[in-house]
């Protein structure tokens, strides 16, 4: 079964990636439905899609991701208000995400945990950035795909499950005592979720790795942002917490091999 992906990446690496980009597409265009009805309590299943402005119901040449929204120039075809440039950002961010994800773990079935994953992060990500709070069904799909992971893993090396158990209730921990000593001022309890669940698809090492990372990019965007657009000192924190995660779940085997052999080989 592991094979057949490899085999396929192997003799047809362009059918590879167009397959991850135009299905990266769809599920960006799913993302942008649960961006908008996740945070007023709507059904992201039930109610068909329509024109927000005249409720017109779209057909099926509507719906296709990014070109729909070219070939109809952003307006809709009933009532000709805009259609909000967010939709095909959100579809083409999501599958370029997508490609990354190809482009680092490789084809395989745990990369699929993975884009289900960076997925998640970027509704998070912009939920969080736009109403300041982290649904908790997010957080649950988000926990989920690390138990799925951690299964996984658990086939590949043994005796991970406590390493994945360790670093969800170390960062956990972390941001509990943070929400506590600031009073809830500095984190919500969404976050305090959200890193259990983070902790537990890194594991401990690249769990640290992925909080310091969304601390050094939060401190210097937010700074950046309140000279530049002299935005207030309140910062939503879920984006910067989503690409730290991303980034080290991606990355930080190798950022970590990288920061070991350079510094702590050294002190020796
Ligand atoms: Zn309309």
Known sequence: ??????????????????????????????????????????????????????????????????????????????????????????????????????????????????CALVSALLVIAIIDYRTKEIPNGLVAFCLAVSVLHAVVDSFAYTETWLDHLLGGFVLGLIFFLVLFISEGRALGGGDVKLMFAVGFFLGIKAGVLSIFIACLLGSVIHIALMKIKHIGRELAFGPYLAAGYAISALWGQQILAWYFDKFIALSF
């Open 1 to 114: 079964m592991f094979d057949m992906f490899e085999i396929l990446m192997e003799d047809y690496p362009i059918a590879v990636y167009a397959f991850t980009f135009i299905f990266g597409l769809c599920v960006g265009s799913f993302l942008n439905v649960c961006i908008y009805r996740i945070p007023e309590n709507q059904s992201i299943v039930v109610v068909p899609s329509h024109c927000m402005t005249c409720n017109k119901k779209l057909h099926w040449y509507e719906l296709i991701p990014l070109f729909s929204w070219i070939f109809l120039r952003g307006k809709c075809s009933g009532c000709k208000s805009k259609i909000s440039a967010q939709y095909p950002l959100i579809e083409t961010a999501n599958a370029v995400l997508w490609l990354i994800v190809l482009w680092a773990k490789g084809f395989s079935p745990d990369m699929f945990l993975y």
